[in-house]
Nanobody
Framework: QVQLVESGGGLVQPGGSLRLSCVGPGSIFSVTASAWYRQAPGKERELVASISTRGSTIYADSVKGRFTIVRDNTKNTVYLQMNSLKPEDTADYYC???????????WGKGTLVTVSS
């Protein structure tokens, strides 16, 4: 069972910042696309940001200009820098590694981000 190790969640005030980290297996990290999803209570899981093996990024409209996804293949880690956080960003955040060619689709267990004063 492949395990993705997420960290960095917590409680932050509106307008604050957090950085999420996700470490994946070294054997496949550099050849898989990485992404962060989130799921708020009572809502469906949604894509927050993704980054391809070549570094191309996609962001949800709701986080554009505030969140940045970065991958470091030397550390097998993908980061999500979250700035100007809003209460509506409160959710469980999940890391995903995926390669359709290799039949890989791994998920982390999630890390909770709470934005509240």
């Amino acid at each position: 069972q492949v395990q993705l190790v997420e960290s960095g969640g917590g409680l932050v005030q509106p307008g604050g910042s957090l950085r999420l980290s996700c470490v994946g297996p070294g054997s496949i990290f550099s050849v898989t696309a990485s992404a962060w999803y989130r799921q708020a209570p009572g809502k469906e899981r949604e894509l927050v940001a993704s980054i391809s093996t070549r570094g191309s990024t996609i962001y949800a409209d709701s986080v554009k200009g505030r969140f940045t996804i970065v991958r470091d293949n030397t550390k097998n880690t993908v980061y999500l820098q979250m700035n100007s956080l809003k209460p509506e960003d409160t959710a469980d955040y999940y890391c995903n590694l995926r390669s359709d060619v290799r039949g890989v689709n791994y998920w982390g267990k999630g890390t909770l981000v709470t934005v509240s004063s």
